[in-house]
């Protein structure tokens, strides 16, 4: 029970420590400024919040880049992977056409090809959908921080 007492305690203060460094980074920026912070104007402060959001927004934009890359590559290699299976067989009475080992063949090919358009499709949904509107948003953030750059 003591243990559970200290790893609360060092969560605490943990979240007390990171609380103070909030404020520290935010009056560090303002030094960076040269800005006192009795000369600080509320746009000053909505800039510095903007310039996060706007780097923020970037480093979303590069992670579902990098989701839907990876998809669209998942998606080629197993179309790839699906013309490995050759069916019909080869000719010759070994096997039978139907009912038979072929149609588990036909069923892997099949199935391996829906999963790489299932993949496909969510690379394409990502990047069409969740990047462009990030992307959009980025821009709209520039826009507004230079709106309010402007004296």
Known sequence: MNETVSISRTTSLSRQTSRRG???????SLIKKNIAPHDLRPSDILIERFTAWKAI???????FEGIADIENNVAREMTKLAGVVQVPFRSGNQFLGEGGL????YGIR????AIADQHANLGRTVEGSIVQHLQKLRTEIKAHIKRKRKP
């Open 102 to 105: 072929q149609d588990i063949f």
């Open 57 to 63: 927004v970037k480093q979303l934009i590069s992670y």
């Open 22 to 28: 909030s404020t520290v980074s935010r009056s560090q």
């Open 110 to 113: 099949d199935k391996t090809r």
